[in-house]
């Protein structure tokens, strides 16, 4: 018998499909009902199973019964509406698809294991990727498993990343989400400064929320110190003595470089000392008075950041415990401090040059625990206490502010009305300047709350609010200005997480 020729109907299937849609609307023809949101729809057991896999397993699993009750499909998470669409769309092979659904079906489609279905999605996805949605559809991409879709929305992301950056979408994107951004490795920008400009409007799109996130972890001290000496000098950070969690007073240093992130050993110095004064001139640090331990000392000795080296300097002309050290006009001031219960106002001059000491105006009030900065040829001293003369019982009270001028040759009272109060629960840590500014970090009682860093503007005399909060785990901590460069720190945001800027002890 002949073989003959297989002829097609090109049309069959798609008649078929009519016949079988058309068979919906006729209860006597459906099998089964879909339960969504505890609405039914009439549906025909075999073509859903045929068409879904996850279907075809419920069915497996839970097979109809014999007592003639109708079979139920549950199903959480699909709307009505949605289930409608897909059940139009396995009948016809067509779905309507925009942006407001779009979610919603592929989220259908990979609970009912639709993969067709999820191909066309991807399709509609990719020609949707535009500069305001790309974050999005890259998010959602991930989720689901869309692998092609999260391809092409982090390509556009990276080519296009100056345009994305300034929609809604960045702009709302969480810290974690923004670390993840801006760690992409080929972001297209030409100049790191884009992404600090980035950075710098997220910010600005909830100031007052995202601020208290601007602090980049650098490398821990290889031990932990207290009542130590830091400071910075030709781009690096140094940190001198101090006592470690025994209370052993140190006599090793070690020095951060913002390149490497890295901290590594100095020579140590030739007293150990704690509670000391660290002051820079040309590369040459200073290390003056502080305790050892056992005795109050009066000795200085200076590091050469170039040779490495340690050299004795003549001593201080008299103790001074928990005192405060500053350079202005390359030269070195020591002022205020106490021993043996007794307060001082003094103030001496160090010139490297002669190497004498010299007697300069005193402080106004004899004060300890103050903290000084020198800039250009002014001299700032701020807080500090000291007992309060007119009350019986030795109740301390924080000191007022000083400033020092080398043309006037005396000291003046700062306005310190919006520093802190004049209150012992007031302790002053560190006083940094940076540009025009000063910026005085400590525990600052207001009167109404406790503020951590203040700005003092050198140009108007006048006192500002800058950060709300110090991490939770500073307090009494030295404090040293550092800079590194915005690509600098961008390498550190991108290997340990946003946003944290501070030297801590393990």
């Known amino acids: 018998m002949a073989e003959g020729s297989a002829v097609s109907d090109p049309q069959h299937a798609a008649r078929l499909l009519r016949a079988l849609s058309s068979f919906r609307e006729e209860s006597r023809f459906c099998d089964a009902h879909l339960v969504l949101d505890g609405e039914e729809i009439p549906v025909q057991k075999n073509i859903l199973a045929a068409a879904s896999p996850y279907i075809r397993t419920k069915l497996n699993y839970n097979p109809p019964k014999d007592d003639g009750s109708t079979y139920k499909i549950e199903l959480e998470g699909i709307s009505v509406m949605v289930m409608r669409e897909i059940l139009d769309y396995i009948f016809s092979g067509q779905i309507r698809l925009n942006e407001d659904t779009i979610q919603d079906v592929v989220q259908a489609a990979d609970l009912l294991l639709l993969t067709d279905l999820k191909t066309l999605c991807c399709e509609f996805l990719e020609g949707c990727i535009a500069a305001e949605n790309c974050i999005g559809i890259r998010d959602f991409a991930l989720h689901y498993c869309l692998h092609h879709v999260h391809y092409l929305a982090t390509e556009y992301l990276e080519t296009h990343f100056r345009d994305v950056s300034s929609t809604e979408e960045f702009l709302e994107l969480s810290p974690q989400k923004l670390k993840e951004v801006i760690s992409l490795e080929k972001l297209n920008v030409g100049n790191e400064r884009y992404v600090f400009e980035a950075v710098i409007r997220w910010i600005a799109h909830d100031t007052e929320i995202r601020k208290r996130q601007l602090w980049i972890e650098l490398a821990p001290l290889s031990m932990p110190r207290i009542n130590h000496g830091v400071l910075s000098a030709e781009g690096f950070l140094f940190v001198f003595g101090g006592q470690d969690e025994n209370k052993q007073t140190l006599s090793s240093g070690e020095k951060y470089d913002p390149d490497a992130n890295t901290w590594t050993a100095l020579p140590p110095m030739n007293e150990a000392r704690h509670n000391f004064g660290i002051v820079e001139i040309d590369g040459m640090l200073y290390v003056l008075g502080g305790e050892d331990g056992e005795k109050e000392l009066i000795s200085m000795e200076c590091y050469d950041i170039y040779s490495k080296t340690w050299t004795k300097q003549p001593d201080l002309t008299m103790v001074r415990k928990i005192g405060c050290y500053a350079a202005m006009k390359k030269k070195i001031y020591a002022m205020g401090g106490g021993s043996y219960g007794k307060l001082f106002e003094s103030v001496e001059c160090y010139d490297p040059r002669t190497q004498q000491w010299t007697a300069i105006c005193p402080l106004k009030e004899r004060r300890f625990g103050a903290v000084a900065c020198g800039v250009a040829m002014e001299l700032y001293v701020f807080g500090g206490v000291r007992s309060r003369e007119d009350i019986q019982g030795g109740e301390m009270v924080t000191c007022k502010s000083e400033f020092y001028h080398d043309e006037f040759k005396r000291w003046i009272y700062l306005n ?82 946003l946003f944290r800027i501070r030297v801590h002890s393990p």
């Open 416 to 497: 310190d009305q919006n520093l802190c109060i004049p209150a012992s629960s007031s302790f002053v840590y560190g006083a940094v300047p940076i540009g025009a500014s000063i910026y005085v970090i400590g525990d600052l009682d207001t009167g109404t709350n406790y503020d951590y860093v203040r700005e003092f503007k050198r140009s108007t005399g006048t006192w500002h609010h800058t950060k709300p909060l110090l991490p939770s785990d500073l307090r009494r901590t030295g404090c040293a200005a550092l800079r590194i460069a915005n690509c600098k720190l961008f390498r550190l945001q991108l290997q340990q997480g």
